[in-house]
């Protein structure tokens, strides 16, 4: 396993009205660019990463890799993405691969005085997967564990055709006191790393800290 013991961990923030959302991620994650100024700035930085990611591959594949993730951006947008990366690594031989993203909305005006009891009621609903109420060092919270399908892109595949491909995933959902949601997410198509993966978000997760724009930690109340 290739990912990176505690002390070669590194941080992620994100400034919300008033709050000061902190984590830490494992060294070894891809991180994609979201502070690029421009289309032409993003593009170049994710053909850098192809060539990270992908060292041995020719020019022309790790082109073709940037420009599929280059095609998500709007999903990010829209999504609200903060943060967004991949790991890899090896599970007892199998090539297993885990993204973990990070991002903001405004939270539910239903969700009154008790958000946590309104997030976890409303996902029991959408029924999409196992639900828990948690309690984290920056507050209360709500996990969601389940699977969703997905279309594997054509050019990751050997016949060249769009195959379905679930993802096993794990959501954590944090209510603010500024009526924002903060929102967690790992996902997985290799079921294989699964115990790994969900070991290292559980990490992820516990590691989320909130600062008043002072830098007075702020612990969220139940």
Not at 6 to 16: K, N, T
Not at 90 to 115: H, I, K, Q, W, Y
């Amino acid at each position: 396993m290739t990912i990176a013991a505690s002390e070669d961990l590194s941080g992620g923030s994100v400034h919300s009205e008033g709050i000061n959302v902190r984590w830490i991620m494992p060294e070894g994650m891809f991180e994609f660019p979201m502070e690029a100024e421009d289309l032409e700035e993003t593009a170049e930085q994710l053909v850098d990463m192809a060539r990270r990611v992908m060292p041995d591959a020719t020019f022309e594949v790790q082109l073709e890799w940037a420009v599929m993730v280059a095609a998500h951006y709007d999903s990010f947008v829209e999504a609200g993405t903060q943060y967004a990366g991949f790991v890899m690594t090896e599970v007892e031989g199998t090539r297993c691969t885990a993204t973990v993203s990070v991002s903001m909305f405004d939270l539910d005006e239903r969700a009154g005085t008790n958000p946590v009891g309104f997030l976890g009621s409303t996902m029991r609903h959408l029924d999409i997967g196992q639900v828990s109420e948690i309690e984290l060092p920056c507050g209360p919270a709500v996990s969601c564990v389940g699977s969703r399908k997905a279309a594997l892109d054509g050019s990751l595949t050997a016949s060249g055709e769009g195959e379905p491909i679930w993802t096993s995933f794990i959501q954590v959902q944090v209510p603010l006191s500024n009526r924002t949601l903060l929102a967690l997410e790992m996902g997985t198509p290799t079921p294989e790393g699964w115990d790994v993966f969900s070991s290292m978000f559980a990490g992820v997760v516990k590691s989320v800290r909130l600062f008043d724009d002072r830098g007075k930690p702020l612990v969220m109340p139940g």
